[in-house]
């Protein structure tokens, strides 16, 4: 049985769209990064990076011990090399993929993240100008290099669909608010048209981990208390010997 540890945002939604893929049994264990599960010694212990999603496989390859993996890239890896699905064999068609996971993982997702928070700053924040416009116009550059990836192949890593597609869809549903007309984008279109299309698609994107809470309901305390766990994160004490 495989445990992912999960909030439903783009980079837990990655992996519930491979596990739908895979068609393979799977739990969801909630963590609630707005509450600030991910700070838990006993997350921590499978993802030192406090970060969702983090996987557990309690049945790996070879048995033996759980095997746990934390970053949404490496997991995806690890599914689709366990069930020989997704990640072509052969040593171009393999790098093709992970190449693209890695482009993933290092720009589309960092920067689309940043896009979101600036967007989402307060006005007390400060003169945000450049930091918003520097980032709109990252996430925009970033559409470009997929649709001149897609222009004439049908999936990002050439003629089969594979992880790199998966990786990458879940931080597009937000086209209209990131600011992106996507009659500019057609070939990227078409790649998004045709994977939001997909039924395994549709079932990760819906995966939850629980009832929606109501900001509301939070008292001015527990407000407070989130807001310093959460924002200008530093590092954190190493235990002690």
Known sequence: MIDLHYWPTPNGKKVTILLEELEIPYRIVPCHIGRGDQFEPEFLRISPNNRMPALVDHDPPGGGDPVSVFESGAIMMYLAEKH???????????????QWVMWQM???????????????????????TYARRRFDDEVHRLYGVLNNRLYDRPYIAGEAYTIADMISYPWTVGWKQQGIDLDEFRYFKRWFEELSARPAVERGMAVTAGPAEDPASLTPEEQERRRKLLYNQRARPAPAA
């Open 84 to 98: 020989g699905r997704f990640l072509p064999a052969d040593l171009r068609g393999r790098y093709e993929a992970i």
């Open 106 to 128: 290092a720009n589309q997702g960092p920067k689309s993240g940043e896009r979101g928070h600036f967007a989402r700053a307060p006005e007390s924040a400060g003169d945000l």
